[in-house]
């Protein structure tokens, strides 16, 4: 019988190829001139491949999969902080954060209030709400334990928050290029990266949104993005009091600092630190561009419009609600926040 470990890595090797091929396909003339990055290639071609052929395979790449949007992606985002300076961080400083504190507590809450009137259970609400107001899944899946929510609560509001994240990673880079001059100001795009950090669901959505814009757009959405996923502690220790303030009891939980995001301040520190040989730099990023593809196109391979259509209308339409709310309430609090600060 063939032992995990090997078993792991062998069903990791058809997906690193296809992570290798869009990173190839993307740095193609036809589509480098679209900003068409090949983290945006690989959930596409993901979904496409997840929702036709792929799923008489799914089982025997399971744990290759979930591999792949856990271990793999969060050592994407952590290496994702030798893009960024500490001097950077300083930079994003508070417009970041003011915007990620009233996108966090208003979403929550918004997601909370339209709950209760459309009678969704409370569950359901929260759980939607968490992982659309911080990180996508990883919200969801650490929300969880405070809730003592059911799987399948978990299942539904997984299945909303990836659907309207990744509908949002491929429209922001859109609006950018319909809305944003061709000659705008660094501090235009300055504000548009803090738009997309704080708006966006997930980390490595952020990343693939800010990619197809430009590099200004990329790093300040990452950092403005990892800020949000840093208040996941303290929205896990006031979410009890946030629910008894809805009707809805929970347990208090323990509220743990997700590892990823110490390791991308960590790999920051070094970064403005330590001057790398520029070689071991540059393979550096090169990797961990290659750890953000695989995970979003093992994302892609299981999203199911089947788990979509099986959650049914009303947390659909509440993770939709609440995806306008943070695309247009997003934007007036970025370019507010930015505009006050600076």
């Known amino acids: 019988m063939m032992n995990r470990p090997f078993s792991l890595l062998l069903s990791l090797l058809p997906l690193a190829l296809a992570a290798w091929l869009c990173m190839q396909l993307s740095a193609l003339p036809q589509l480098s001139a679209y900003a068409i990055s090949p983290l945006t290639l690989a959930i596409l071609a993901g979904m496409v491949l ?56 208003g979403t929550f809450m918004l997601a909370m209030w339209l709950g209760r009137r459309w009678q969704l259970a409370p569950n359901t609400a929260a759980l939607v709400g968490a992982g659309s107001a911080i990180c996508g899944a990883a919200a969801v899946l650490a929300t969880q334990p405070v809730l003592k929510a059911d799987n ?13 994240g990744t509908l949002a990673m491929l429209l922001y880079p859109l609006l950018a290029h319909w809305v944003m001059p061709a000659d705008a100001s660094a501090a235009a795009w300055f504000g548009w990266g803090i738009y997309t950090g ?95 593809t695989i995970a979003m196109f093992a994302l892609g391979l299981t999203t199911r419009w089947q788990s979509v259509r099986e959650a049914g209308l009303k947390p659909l339409a509440l993770a939709g609600m609440l995806a306008l709310w943070l695309l247009l309430g997003g934007a007036a609090l970025s370019y507010g926040a930015y505009w006050l600060f600076h």
């Open 198 to 292: 704080a708006s966006v669901h997930e980390v490595a959505q952020v990343a693939a949104a800010g990619a197809a814009v430009n590099t200004t757009v990329a790093d300040v959405a990452v950092i403005t993005k990892m800020i949000r996923v840093l208040l996941l502690a303290p929205f896990l220790l006031i979410l009890p009091w946030l629910m008894r303030r809805f009707g809805a009891p929970a347990q208090a939980g323990k509220a743990v600092l997700p590892w990823f995001a110490v390791g991308f301040l960590a790999m920051v520190v070094v970064n403005s630190l330590v001057q790398l040989p520029p070689p071991l730099y540059q393979a550096i990023l090169t990797f961990d561009t290659f750890l953000l």
């Open 152 to 164: 399948r609560d978990v299942g539904v509001a997984v299945a909303t928050v990836v659907v309207f």
């Open 50 to 105: 997840g929702n036709s052929i792929f799923p008489r395979w799914s089982a025997h790449f399971s744990p290759a999969l979930a591999f792949c949007k856990t271990r793999l992606l969060r050592l994407g985002i952590v290496l994702y902080g030798f893009k960024i300076t500490l001097a950077q961080l300083a930079y994003v400083g508070w417009p970041a954060l003011l915007v990620d504190v009233l996108m966090v507590l």
